[in-house]
């Protein structure tokens, strides 16, 4: 029954970890988008113009990379980046309930389980990789 009980909080944990992490990542993309379309100069290049927004919504426009514009835009609150941390937290939660499940499968000594969560966190970690080369 122990381990039942323990089995039930690890599920508990993981479940809230995925269902915060969305939630989490929905308000930034929300205020994030209620403060580009409030301010309008937190896109595009000519200060959030309409042509701006045309050229990003096809394509046509860049689109910042870096940690550094990300840290930039979020210590001034702009939109774009808080966006994109909301996106970067809606990414990053299913990493998370991986690790927490490699964590609860080590606990738990199984050890079968624990190396198909490193394997499937290893796959997810190299699919990034390749996909940002």
Known sequence: MNDRHSELSTELVISEILRWGVRCSL???VLGSVLCFVRGVDYGSSGGTADD????????????????WLA????????????VAGLGLLIST??????ASIAAFTLHKDRAFALISVIVFTLVILSFAIGAA
């Open 94 to 99: 299913p990493l998370m309930r991986v690790s």
């Open 27 to 29: 308000f930034l993309i």
């Open 53 to 68: 927004l045309y050229s990003l919504i096809n394509g046509e426009g860049s689109f910042p990379h870096s940690l550094a």
């Open 72 to 83: 930039n835009g979020l210590l001034h609150l702009q939109g774009a980046a808080i966006i």
